[in-house]
């Protein structure tokens, strides 16, 4: 593990490759799974604030849905999670161009509807954040429908931290992300003989 701050990095974030490969893989992490999106507390008032703003983005269904049961749950291990579709869709999903799934919130973001651009678990992925004691650990999550992702980011040789540059700048600071990016080429180096 790494250390940076209060952070904890596993070295998958430096050494695995990842680019999403939406045409290929769909969207699929907003229907796949378990449970909705991870929410952190403070993202639900945020979310909350900004509803009537998102809500036109979403598709009827959705709205029903979170008329329903409101826009965030409790999932079975006790953290804030979205809630979903009976299939498991995201309720602030969306289908665009040949079926490919996208965020309600981060398309009410683009258009300059809202300020706040999704909840940063989506934007971080495949990054998943926990807590251990004082520490937050970054451990890069390995999930099968992403296996497009990881051939593409092979392919063009980007880290799964390069790649997620704009989310970790997001949720930690630049001077934070200069650090990794700093060591990481300081890992390669001893790692491979390379930068």
């Known amino acids: 593990m790494i250390i940076i701050e209060n952070t904890l990095i596993s070295e998958d974030v430096l050494e695995k490759n990842f680019i999403c490969d939406i045409e290929k893989c769909k969207g699929a992490c ?15 008032n945020i979310i909350k604030a900004q509803l ?7 598709a009827p269904d959705s709205i029903k849905e979170i008329e329903l049961k409101d826009f965030y749950e409790i999932d079975k291990d006790g953290d804030f999670v979205t ?33 706040y651009q999704k909840p940063i678990s989506c934007h971080l992925y495949p990054i998943r954040i926990s807590q251990v004691g004082q520490y937050e650990a970054l451990n890069y999550h390995r999930w099968d429908i992403c296996k497009p992702a990881c051939a593409l980011g092979e392919k063009h040789k980007v880290p799964v931290y390069s790649f997620l540059k ?7 600071g630049i001077e934070w992300y200069e650090t990794i990016d700093e060591i990481a080429h300081q ?3 001893q790692k491979f003989g390379k930068e």
């Open 83 to 115: 809630t979903c579709q009976p299939d498991g869709l995201c309720n602030f999903a969306i289908r665009g161009n040949q079926g490919v799934l996208a965020c309600g919130i981060e398309q009410a973001y683009l258009d300059g509807m809202i300020d």
């Open 166 to 172: 704009d989310a970790l700048v997001r949720k930690f």
């Open 187 to 189: 890992w390669n180096e």
């Open 52 to 58: 009537d703003l998102i809500e036109p983005y979403l």
């Open 30 to 44: 907003c229907i796949e799974g378990d449970a909705g999106a991870p929410l952190l507390e403070e993202e639900i």
